[in-house]
């Protein structure tokens, strides 16, 4: 019993710190016609240039490492927005009430304040833009926690996470 208990554990908490990745795509595409990419020259990735860096450093990588070539003249463009928004952890909260009543008539005051402080996220879109047709054809949207001490070298693993789990679905099948 005391394993399972253990096991509960530690699959949650591994759970909350990993991303959460949604995926489309023109089901109408042969992706096996795509060998060479790019970056769009005008792409405002809403990251700062070392971040930039880090995680276009990480997607050649990835994307090498896919069998794609980078190239002047590509196959496809890719665009990448990102973005940080804090959110409120929700069903956290401690509630303090107060109630009385006397001769049958009762009334109460409750408040709910919540425990723990708002969370950041980081939300990192990739578009793959064919550069023949100027058509959208796979889209990634991922959500992943977001700390903003990380030291670069933990910026470097979180954000070659990131592009692992986003690209583990690509190409389409």
């Not at 990448?80 to 928004?85: C, G, N, P, Y």
Request: glycine share 12%.
């Amino acid at each position: 019993m005391r394993i399972l208990f253990f096991s509960v554990v530690i699959l949650v908490l591994t759970s909350c710190g990993s991303a959460r990745v949604n995926y489309d795509y023109d089901d109408q595409t042969d992706f096996t016609s795509y060998a060479t990419y790019n970056y769009f020259g005008d792409m405002e990735t809403g990251l700062s240039k070392l971040d930039e860096k880090r995680l276009m450093d990480a997607m050649d990588a990835t994307l090498g490492e896919k069998g794609f070539m980078f190239a002047e003249e590509p196959d496809m463009f890719i665009n990448i927005k990102s973005s940080v928004f804090r959110e409120q952890t929700g069903g956290s909260n401690v509630g303090v009430g107060l109630g009385g009543g006397n001769g049958g008539i009762g009334g109460g005051v409750s408040i709910g304040i919540p425990v723990g402080g708002p969370k950041m996220t980081r939300e990192l879109k990739i578009d793959f833009v064919d550069s023949n047709k100027d058509m959208l054809i796979w889209q990634a949207v991922s959500e992943s926690p977001f700390r903003e001490g990380d030291t670069p070298q933990e910026k470097s693993e979180k954000l070659q996470a990131v592009v692992d789990k986003i690209f583990s679905k690509y190409p389409p099948e």
